[in-house]
């Protein structure tokens, strides 16, 4: 199965201004998450998907491959699919965020073993424990329940699922990784919004409301994304003890 890791990246940033080149340890951000990915033993390539020569020109300092793609695209999934569109021999694209300095290459390959196992699989993501009742309420942080499966029943901003009897069911964090098979992607950024997706401001509802299924992988892993000038310091203090 030929994988491509793709990793978007757009310059603008509402709360940190120009945060794919941000400083980590020495190296631009998108660097960082770019070298991360590389390691993943299953995929064939990587490449960054982004609408700024700044980052195109850092990346390839660093190595690695750019695409440049449409300033004008509305969600990141079209983003990605204006990539898998031009990836014709590519089966499997995973999805990486640009601002997850910290993503492990074994979780990329859980990705996509999931994919090896089920050949009629069309879409995972990764899920992880969160035990804070602060980080719980955080609508930052979105929450997902899964079916005995593992498939996703729902996603949200809200805490669920509601604990009105203690310790029954734990809440799990989503990661916004994904994996698509190619063709699936492709339909997939051409369905209109949905309601809920719309409500919930979260792309993958689309997904659930048209009828697919998601798998969400689970781990342990602790991931510290980059979406502030205090989290930036985190991961650079993390870098540092690392290094």
Avoid: W
Avoid at 61 to 68: H, P
Avoid at 147 to 158: E, H, M, P, Q, T
């Amino acid at each position: 199965m030929k994988t491509l890791c793709v990793i978007p990246a757009r310059y603008a940033s509402t709360r940190l201004p120009g945060k794919p080149l941000k400083d980590i340890a020495g190296k631009p951000m998108i660097c960082r998450v770019y070298d991360r990915a590389a390691q993943a033993k299953k995929i064939t390539e990587v490449v960054v998907a982004t609408d700024d020569e700044r980052i195109i020109e850092a990346v390839e300092k660093n190595g690695g491959k750019a695409m440049m793609t449409s300033k004008n695209h509305p969600t990141g999934t079209d983003r990605l699919a204006e990539v898998a569109a031009a990836y014709t021999d590519v089966d499997l694209i995973i999805n990486v965020q640009g601002d997850e300095p910290l993503i492990e290459p074994s979780l990329i390959d859980e990705l996509a073993e999931a994919f090896e196992e089920d050949r009629e699989l069309l879409m995972a993501t990764v899920m992880t424990p969160m035990t804070d009742e602060e980080e719980q309420k955080n609508p930052n942080n979105v929450k997902v329940v899964t079916d005995k499966n593992g498939y996703a029943l729902y996603f949200s901003r809200s805490l669920m699922p509601y604990p009105r009897v203690e310790g029954k069911a734990p809440v799990h964090k989503h990661i916004g990784i994904y994996a698509y098979k190619r063709d699936f992607l492709l339909q997939y950024a051409k369905l209109a919004p949905t309601p809920l997706e719309q409500a919930e401001s979260l792309e993958q509802l689309r997904a659930l409301e048209n009828g697919y299924r998601i798998r969400v992988i689970a781990t342990n892993a602790k991931f510290v994304g980059v979406d502030t000038a205090e989290d930036l310091a985190k991961v650079n203090e993390i870098y540092r003890n690392m290094n």
